[in-house]
Nanobody, 127 residues
Framework: QVQLVESGGGLVQAGGSLRLSCVASGRTFSIAFSIYTMGWFRQAPGKEREFVAAIARSGGSAYYADSVKGRFTISRDNAKNTLYLQMNSLKPEDTAVYYC????????????????WGQGTQVTVSS
């Protein structure tokens, strides 16, 4: 069984920062978390789920949506089976439920390419 659990969401004022975490567990990840591509997506009310950032298996390459580039940083700690998203200079338009996801292949920006998903954590940015 594969489980992804996000945490770290909350309410923050515009310009503030939050750090999201996603812990992966289950037999698949206990064997080799490091071989899985990890990504962050978000979904605002009434909108499609959209790509935010992804990080390659080794952690050497990271990819970002243009809307978050320069403000968000994705990272992973393979020893702790944990994915992070540091979000700085938050804007009201960043308000959404943030999901972590994983896939066995390389980095993709399409949500349907990811096999496993967490339950999401709410991020609300007030103006």
């Amino acid at each position: 069984q594969v489980q992804l659990v996000e945490s770290g969401g909350g309410l923050v004022q515009a310009g503030g920062s939050l750090r999201l975490s996603c812990v992966a567990s289950g037999r698949t990840f206990s064997i080799a978390f490091s071989i899985y591509t990890m990504g962050w997506f978000r979904q605002a009310p009434g909108k499609e789920r959209e790509f935010v950032a992804a990080i390659a298996r080794s952690g050497g390459s990271a990819y970002y949506a243009d809307s978050v580039k320069g403000r968000f940083t994705i990272s992973r700690d393979n020893a702790k089976n944990t994915l992070y998203l540091q979000m700085n200079s938050l804007k009201p338009e960043d308000t959404a439920v943030y999901y972590c996801a994983t896939r066995g292949g390389g980095v993709e920006v399409a949500a349907h390419k990811y096999n496993y998903w967490g339950q999401g954590t709410q991020v609300t940015v007030s103006s």
